[in-house]
């Protein structure tokens, strides 16, 4: 694996269009895992229907770990492999809608249990799946404004065990907890394009916010709902194979091409093989690792990326897309050389 030192940085010509390079990247899953046949312990449901439906054969869920802890451990995982001090670290976003608190962020636990600089930003995005791409595509813009700091830590973390309905035998077999970390920098020899969107629903596909009513002041005390996750999966299969094909698309026009590796969101392996088939492109340069997480939302792609890595999968100088799509609704992608 390449380290990148910050020795080897050099002044740059910072333009709109000027690329990224993923200098490090990282993951951290609990150590619990949950297979299929455990799960049908719980609901009516068998590993043939979830794996011939979804690609999934096993989940991890916590059990003993945070949001903190797993984000950190992926974090310290891409901070080793960029062989970089922390003194570099101009920003760390995290990516979650599972955080420990509402205040601090992950963001600034983060900056303390990774004994970051204080003179950092530090902040969360809450975009569901597509955080992962919303956090970088922040990062890279806020690097572009700082050549003083260098590098950027990019972190997705997620427990959604915490908002899971176990009993409802359609959702709860896709989930599992994870975190992915990638350390970035900006690189003027690297290709970039970037495209987003937002569909606000919600509808298909939402976890609503419980907040206990101890207003002394309020005349109406509202019935507080449960906070899990809620999904209509005919819907959400018809926007995420519209809009991944869509947005890939789009950015691929812009670099002049398609590239040589796709890292997307780990939803379900039917709408990678959909979106493929709508792009022309073939599956062989579709990563998938779903068997081994499930849907594990911001996470999934930062997940998937350092495998990809760590399996040499991919190599430096090749080109790649991440996409992802999801709650919002919202979805993205970005096309960049590693």
């Given at each position: 694996m390449v380290q990148q030192h910050e020795s080897e940085e050099s002044h740059m010509n910072i333009t709109p269009n000027i690329g990224i390079r993923i200098c490090g990247t990282g993951s951290s899953v609990p150590a619990k895992t949950v297979t299929n046949d455990d799960m049908a312990t719980i609901v009516e449901t068998?590993?043939?229907?979830?794996?011939?439906?979804?690609?999934?054969?096993?989940?991890?869920?916590?059990?003993?770990e945070t949001n903190l802890s797993l984000g950190a451990e992926a974090a310290e995982r891409a901070l080793e492999m960029a062989g970089i001090s922390r003194e570099a670290i101009g920003a760390v976003i995290c990516a979650t809608i599972t955080p420990d608190h509402i205040v601090p962020s992950?963001?600034?636990?983060?900056?303390?249990?990774?004994?970051?600089?204080?003179?950092?930003?530090?902040?969360?995005?809450?975009?569901a799946c597509t955080g992962f791409l919303y956090s970088l595509h922040t990062a890279r813009s806020l690097l572009c404004t700082m050549p003083e700091k260098k590098y950027a830590l990019v972190v997705a973390s997620e427990l959604l065990s915490r908002v899971t309905n176990f009993a409802?035998?359609?959702?709860?077999?896709?989930?599992?907890d994870g975190a992915g970390a990638a350390v970035i920098a900006l690189d003027e020899n690297s290709r970039y394009a970037f495209d987003c969107g937002a569909q606000g629903d919600t509808e298909?596909?939402?976890?609503?916010?419980?907040?206990?009513n101890t207003n002394p002041f309020a005349e109406s005390q509202s019935e507080q709902p449960v906070q899990q996750v809620h999904m209509e999966g005919r819907a959400v299969y018809s926007?995420?194979?519209?809009a991944l094909s869509g947005c890939i698309s789009r950015v691929s026009e812009a670099a002049g091409g398609f590239p040589?590796?796709?890292?997307?969101?780990?939803?379900?392996?039917?709408?990678?093989?959909?979106?493929?088939?709508?792009?022309?492109?073939?599956?062989?340069?579709?990563?998938?690792?779903i068997a081994d997480y499930g849907n594990t939302s911001a996470a999934s792609i930062a997940i998937a990326l350092d495998d990809c890595v760590r399996s040499g999968g991919i190599q430096r100088g090749e080109s790649l897309i991440l996409a992802g799509f999801g709650g919002g609704l919202s979805y993205g992608a970005a096309y960049l050389t590693f």
């Open positions: 068998s590993d043939e229907w979830i794996s011939t439906r979804t690609g999934i054969r096993k989940r991890h869920f916590a059990d003993g992950q963001a600034c636990l983060l900056q303390k249990k990774l004994g970051l600089p204080e003179q950092i930003l530090a902040f969360d995005i809450c975009a409802d035998r359609n959702t709860c077999v896709l989930f599992g298909v596909l939402y976890c609503p916010k419980s907040y206990p926007f995420a194979v519209h040589q590796h796709y890292v997307c969101h780990q939803a379900n392996a039917r709408i990678l093989q959909a979106a493929a088939k709508q792009l022309g492109e073939p599956m062989d340069k579709f990563f998938l690792d």
